[in-house]
């Protein structure tokens, strides 16, 4: 191994910033708005839900760790609104609180496609997996305190600051055991195999070929999250 691959290390931030481009990615596709993180983030020592929305997921695998979102009724109102204005829903038949079932149930969808999209991202970059648990969401009055079931040796906490078209804010925090990866040789991420991208490519290889421009990758991309999330 070269003096140069022993030097690519991936860490705590690395994941927490592949995190955060999850949740841009999934909820820009999702709205058709812009949402952006804050270049700064926090170091914390707990996590949890807050007012007056705050969902949470599980992962465990190659490592263990916890993803809350806490969103402010009006924040979480403008991404359900939006997404649904964006299925083509009718404005006057939208849910007109953040306690209705329907908004959690938005949310909390918009969620696993985040943290879907992020496992993907940690299988084919960091060749490990990842598994999660299905998101549950809360609407709540007060704060409530969360700890990872498996106990983390050396944790890591920490909080990224998101904002919103409208300038709304929401907050993630991330709680994982303290690791690096380090590559141990070169590879290209594009050729580590995906068992759904093979699936798609034996239906397509059954329904024939076809003389259609291929897509960018990107296209693509965003076309299997609108997919998913049922656009």
């Known amino acids: 191994m070269s003096e140069e691959n022993k030097d690519v290390v991936y860490g705590t931030e690395d994941l927490l910033m592949s995190l955060c481009n999850s949740v841009t990615r999934v909820l820009n596709v999702a709205t058709q708005s812009k949402v ?7 170091r914390i020592t707990k996590t949890g839900l807050k007012p007056d929305i705050g969902c949470f997921v599980l992962f465990d695998g190659g490592f263990t760790g916890l993803v809350v979102l806490n969103f ?15 299925m083509g829903m009718p404005k006057s038949e939208l849910a007109s609180s953040h306690t209705a079932d329907e908004v959690s149930n938005i949310m909390g969808e918009l969620m696993n496609q985040i943290v879907g999209d992020f496992t993907g991202k940690v299988r084919r970059e960091l060749q490990t997996n990842i598994t999660q648990n299905q998101p549950k969401m809360l609407v709540l009055t007060k704060q409530v305190m969360l700890s990872v079931d ?21 907050y ?17 991420s594009s050729e580590v195999a995906d068992p759904d991208a093979l699936l798609d490519m034996e239906r397509g290889n059954q329904g024939g070929t076809s003389t259609a421009p291929s897509p960018s990758a990107e296209d693509e991309a965003n076309d299997e999250l609108l997919k998913s999330l049922g656009m």
């Open 36 to 42: 952006n993180y804050s270049g700064m983030v926090q």
């Open 172 to 188: 993630l925090e991330l709680a994982i055991d303290r690791t690096e990866f380090i590559r141990l040789h070169d590879f290209d």
């Open 150 to 170: 498996t106990p983390l040796d050396r944790p890591e906490m920490r909080r990224v600051t998101f904002y919103t078209e409208k300038s709304n804010i929401f």
């Open 72 to 86: 402010a009724a009006d924040t979480a109102m403008e991404i359900y609104e939006r997404y649904m204005l964006h």
